[in-house]
């Protein structure tokens, strides 16, 4: 057999469970891409602005406390009425985000279209501006919106690309780990054996090679 193709068979006996596991999770990753349901996001914003000039340190550091609240159900209560979802539906489809160095909040809002995307942004948009400046003249800032969702011209996911690359990554892993648990019992099989220990001699052995009574062992340099 050419030298060439012995080597490749050795490769492939020995990597088979990465080129194996590989294209497997990269096609797994393909197919959940192909049969996800698509969901669209789109993002309102929202400006903390403080009601004396010059405490802008005072501003972010309400923007990233409101931030924190964007899904709690005091703010949603009023966005849940406004979209017709429950409280705890609405909190699973928006997240807000903040900057550590502006008072600036973004609210991003999920759904099967993106009409419904839009509408929870800007529902919770408003909500959140409704519940803080509630207590403004208290905490000496106004929430005022900055900009509102727009609606989004493809979804946020899935994503072929994304999924088939992630489905590669994790067959990548398999593989691995296929690799090294059959890696193991051949390393203990090839381990050379410890040497034993000598064993004891047998009581009839000891007797054999002890001398007899009353006779002494010739020196070998008289025989």
Do not use: C
């Amino acid at each position: 057999m050419p030298e060439p193709r012995r080597r490749a068979r050795a490769l492939a006996r020995r990597w088979w469970p990465l080129a194996l596991a590989v294209p497997l999770g990269a096609a797994a990753g393909a197919g959940y891409a192909l049969v996800s349901h698509p969901s669209y996001a789109a993002s309102s914003y929202v400006v903390v602005v403080p009601n004396n000039p010059g405490e802008n340190s005072t501003a972010v550091n309400f923007a990233q406390a409101y931030g924190r609240l964007t899904g709690q159900p005091q703010v949603l209560i009023g966005a849940a009425a406004e979209t017709g979802r429950t409280v705890t539906a609405l909190a699973g489809l928006v997240r807000g985000t903040t900057s550590p160095d502006a008072p600036m909040i973004e609210i991003t809002g999920t759904g099967a279209r993106g009409e419904e995307a839009v509408k929870n942004a800007d529902a919770v948009a408003r909500s959140l501006i409704a519940f803080g400046n509630a207590s403004s003249k208290e905490t000496g800032v106004r929430l005022v919106p900055l900009a509102p969702a727009a609606e989004p011209d493809a979804p946020a996911s899935p994503s072929a690309s994304l999924d088939t690359a992630v489905g590669a990554a994790a067959g990548v892993l398999v593989g691995a780990l296929v690799l090294l648990t059959r890696r193991k019992p051949s390393a203990a099989a090839e381990a050379p054996e410890a040497p034993s220990a000598a064993e004891p001699a047998l009581p009839a052995q000891a007797e054999a090679a002890a001398p007899a009574p009353g006779k002494t062992r010739a020196p070998a340099a008289a025989r």
